[in-house]
């Protein structure tokens, strides 16, 4: 009788530890309620480093001009008084986008992290910077009365100040009604996807709005 009593008890143990067995196996199957998952967002380092850039030249463009400016007597002729100058101008524009003064809502990451949409200035134009090597007055020609008032008075009949600033300002105009500022966005924008591609975003949505004031 002791024996099968003995022998019921081992049972009961054998079950007991079938059942913690399985139970241990159960919980370790099923999702723990208290666990975290930690997601950083590192959007706020990248914007650092696009202020960090601040200007970011996008585009570059060259254009010539030509200044043909001409000043007449009105009762002598030419020969007589008046001047003819003819100026051939080259120089560069440059199309930069201003990531110096990006707000902090320039940057927006989707809820799953796989989209990213950034938020940048439009483009602008910078003024022209006349190539002087390249630059210069092609033709001269001033009336006798000039060329003697000169010479009397030792004056400096190159200052050619007039020409270089209308010279500037032709270039500036020219640049802006080129096609500079479209490819200097294009540009923007491929390098802003390439730089969020490579930090890991399947998506990248680049928003061109009005410049930061």
Not at 50 to 73: C, K, N, P
Not at 82 to 101: C, K, L, M, T
């Amino acid at each position: 009788m002791a024996a099968s009593a003995g022998k019921g008890i081992a049972v009961g143990i054998g079950i007991a530890a079938g059942v913690i067995l399985a139970v241990v196996l159960l919980v370790r199957t099923l999702p723990n309620v208290w666990s975290t998952t930690e997601v950083e967002r590192d959007h706020a380092v990248v914007l650092a480093e696009l202020r960090d850039l601040s200007r970011y030249v996008a585009a570059t463009g060259r254009f010539t001009t030509v200044v043909d400016i001409e000043q007449d007597a009105d009762y002598l002729p030419d020969f007589v008084k008046g001047e003819r100058v003819i100026y051939v101008a080259e120089g560069d524009v440059e199309g930069y986008v201003d990531f110096s003064q990006l707000g902090d809502d320039a940057i927006e990451v989707s809820e799953d992290g796989s989209t990213i949409t950034v938020r940048v200035p439009e483009p602008e134009l910078t003024e022209a910077d006349l190539d002087a090597e390249r630059s210069y007055v092609a033709a001269r020609d001033r009336g006798l009365l000039d060329r003697f008032e000169d010479a009397v008075t030792s004056g400096d009949p190159t200052d050619d100040q007039q020409l270089v600033q209308r010279a500037e300002d032709k270039l500036s105009t020219a640049a802006d009604e080129s096609e500079l500022r479209a490819l200097a966005q294009q540009n923007t924008r491929t390098f802003l996807e390439g730089i969020f591609t490579a930090a890991g975003f399947e998506r990248v949505i680049v928003v061109f709005e009005g410049p930061v004031t």
